[in-house]
């Protein structure tokens, strides 16, 4: 580690299913051995995160490590966003999508060593109606669900997927008027998602072809369907094949304005919230400093999501194994 290099480890207890009093103290210990020069510090309540890491910019700290999900990674990115403070991921969340996005690990010794390797890149994010995000923002379906799934106690695949299904018995697709890159689309659609990465999270590839640095964001619209494009829909996300399916439409742009009949659910990053009839997105290009790995993946429909699935699966395994943190 370069010397004089001060790190804030920000933890959120709440975060992923994984107890953290598990995992907390093989990361103190590995962080000691790898030689990193930190404090640490747990959230306690919403926006907590983002108030610690504002500090740590304000204080001139050299990095900010986001131990937790998406949700996390939002709040502490928010606050890092424009600041020479670097942030650095290690997963612990129920979806990671960030992470995965850029190939981090979902592994506390493997992201850390991302970090140590101190390859820092500028990365893009985007915002909505001012409220930023860094892997998604979506209306619809996806939103509802969201929705649905802030009303529950537990977290993970399961608690997601049980939610999906009772809130597609009753979903009803909307109206929407896009305005984007000169022309205005008028569209009935399932779901509307404006990407900066490429996935929600545990690898359901949203927007396959989005990067995190080309000062652009991708707008994936599914359009109404039936019960079988739409099925078939979500297995081309877990391939990697959504952008070739005929009734998915993706746009790339800068800035654009999403127009429904009326205010009701989004999500930003995962997380529900409301937002008003008319919403505005747009990129920030190269605002972030973040810790990627410093060989980039190329991705490749149905090889990539195959590879990457083999790849989680060797980390459950192993981490079932007796001594193992997470």
Do not use: W
Not at 35 to 40: L, Q, V, Y
Not at 204 to 228: C, K, M, R, Y
């Amino acid at each position: 580690m370069s010397s004089g290099n001060k790190y804030l480890l920000i933890v959120n207890p709440a975060s992923g299913t994984v107890a953290k009093h598990r995992i907390v103290p093989h990361l103190y210990r590995k962080m000691e051995l790898m030689g990193f020069d930190f404090d640490i510090m747990f959230t306690n309540s919403p926006g907590h995160g983002h108030d610690l890491a504002a500090q740590a910019a304000a204080d001139g700290r050299y990095a900010v490590l986001a131990c937790g999900g998406d949700g996390t990674v939002n709040e502490i990115a928010s606050a890092l966003a424009g600041s020479q403070t670097a942030l650095g991921i290690i997963p612990t969340g129920s979806g990671n999508g960030l992470a995965r996005h850029i190939s981090i690990p979902v592994d506390i010794d493997r992201s850390l060593k991302v970090i140590a390797e101190n390859n820092i890149i500028d990365a893009d994010y985007g915002v909505a109606n001012d409220v930023p995000f860094f892997c998604t923002f979506g209306v619809g379906f996806d939103a509802a669900v969201s929705e649905r799934c802030a009303r529950e106690r537990r977290r993970g695949v399961m608690m997601y997927l049980k939610n999906a299904i009772n809130e597609y018995i009753k979903f009803s697709p909307e109206e929407y008027v896009i305005e984007v890159n000169g022309q205005v689309l008028t569209e009935r659609a399932f779901l509307v998602v404006v990407c900066n990465a490429s996935q929600y999270g545990n690898n359901a590839f949203i927007a396959p072809q989005a990067s995190i640095t080309d000062g652009e964001l991708d707008i994936t619209i599914v359009h109404a369907g039936n019960f079988f494009t739409q099925a078939l829909m979500g297995v081309d996300m877990l391939t990697g094949l959504i952008r070739k399916t005929a009734f998915v439409d993706t746009i790339r742009t800068r800035q654009a304005r999403i127009i429904r009949k009326t205010a009701g659910a989004a999500h930003i990053d995962g997380d529900a919230l409301q937002m008003p009839t008319e919403i505005d997105v747009c990129c920030r290009p190269g605002a972030l400093k973040l810790f990627a790995p410093t060989k980039e993946t190329r991705f490749r429909p149905v090889l990539t999501p195959a590879a990457l699935f083999m790849r989680d699966f060797g980390l459950a395994l192993r981490h079932l194994l007796p001594g193992k943190a997470q």
